[in-house]
């Protein structure tokens, strides 16, 4: 059975059809990873996002239960050059296809994904519709324009938890998570370091996310940190009260909270092999990334705050800090899951030593 893509701006691709018999729409973007699709898959980030894997052979390693990064597979519909039907793993519990037909999500393949890409980098990420059961271009283009797009969008509400409840109970730091679409990596790590990690729904308000925390970490999430107002307004509560950590949206919401703007990216950072530079060591680290928005540095150092990582690529803010407010923040994602394991230090060793230092000053 046959598959197609079509984009807003009229371009189409037509391939073989993947995973569920459906129709989806979303925002069209690409990574750059050569495994780690699982965890691409199940990222709370792509949630109405259309993804196209840029390596050429995605599926060979099959699934398993261990390697989602949530309780569901996040993304509208997959992309890749080939799907392999076969998996050949001692760890592979079942095929990509059937765990994409279970959750409902459509692939296409056998599509040219280098002209693809190549299109999505020169005219940006855009909205598009992929089906595995309805091929023709006007009914799709229809869907696309009804479709709302990302900026605007609050999805958080989407993705979080709705009831507050305890990953680990450690011995050592107490850490708050408010889960604006956490990855189960990052929580794993705190809970290895020995912390007491509580994770808490997007709703949350800013007192009783602070209560008996050591630090509260902010999580990685889907859709656009403007559209965000009631979660940076908790978050402001917490300024110079607690030591806040943010990773990716998390990262974005307290570039808010302190007074900085944020923007969307052409087409976003997506993939495992993104280079960042460390402007507190002077080291360069290969990370892993998953954002289509990004902070303003000129309102990060206006609020007092200081650069701490930029990415090699485009020159765009990777990571601030601000001393007196107590927050330390990265637009990458240091517990990678798929991507190098570079900057997990930042969790395990700078984060958590920062929310010390500053416990004991507060």
Not at 140 to 157: H, K, N, Q, T
Request: with cysteine; glycine share 12%.
């Amino acid at each position: 059975m046959g598959g197609i893509l079509l984009l807003e701006d009229g371009r189409s691709f037509r391939g073989e059809a993947f995973g569920a018999p459906a129709t989806k729409v979303g925002e069209i973007v690409f990574n750059t990873a050569m495994s780690g699709y699982q965890e691409v898959l199940t990222d709370p980030s792509y949630r109405e996002q259309i993804v196209v894997m840029t390596t050429a052979h995605v599926g060979n390693y099959g699934v398993n239960a261990e390697d989602d990064e949530s309780g569901r597979v996040q993304v509208a519909g997959f992309v890749a050059r080939h799907f392999s039907p076969m998996a050949s793993n001692h760890r592979s519990e079942g095929t990509l296809a059937d765990y994409l037909e279970a959750a409902g999500v459509p692939g296409v393949h056998g599509i040219d994904t280098r002209a693809l890409v190549r299109h999505i980098r020169t005219k940006g990420a855009m909205r598009a519709a992929i089906s595995t059961e309805d091929l023709d271009e006007e009914t799709l283009r229809a869907r696309i324009f009804d479709w709302p797009g990302m900026v605007g969008r609050d999805l958080v509400s989407e993705v979080s938890t709705p009831v507050r409840y305890t990953f680990a109970e450690g011995a050592g730091q107490r850490i708050h998570v408010l889960d604006g679409g956490v990855k189960r990596n990052q929580l794993r790590l705190f809970a290895q370091a020995g912390c007491h990690v509580e994770v808490f729904p997007a709703t949350v308000t800013g007192e009783e996310l602070g209560d008996g925390a050591d630090a509260v970490f902010l999580s990685n999430g889907p859709g656009d940190p403007a559209a965000l107002p009631g979660i940076v307004g908790e978050v402001k509560k917490l300024l110079g009260k607690k030591p806040l950590l943010g990773v990716c949206l998390g990262h974005q919401i307290l570039g808010r909270a302190i007074g900085a703007d944020t923007f969307k990216l052409r087409f976003g950072h997506r993939g495992g092999n993104h280079p960042v530079r460390d402007n507190e060591t002077g080291r360069v680290e290969i990370t892993s990334q998953n954002h289509g928005f990004c902070v303003d540095p000129a309102g990060i150092e206006r609020a007092g705050g200081r650069v701490t990582h930029v990415n090699l690529n485009d020159g765009t803010l990777e990571g601030f800090c601000h001393a007196d407010l107590g927050v330390i923040a990265v637009q990458f994602h240091p517990e990678a899951a798929p991507g190098p394991n570079d900057s997990a230090h930042l969790l395990l060793d700078r984060f958590l030593k920062f929310a010390s230092s500053s416990t004991r000053k507060a």
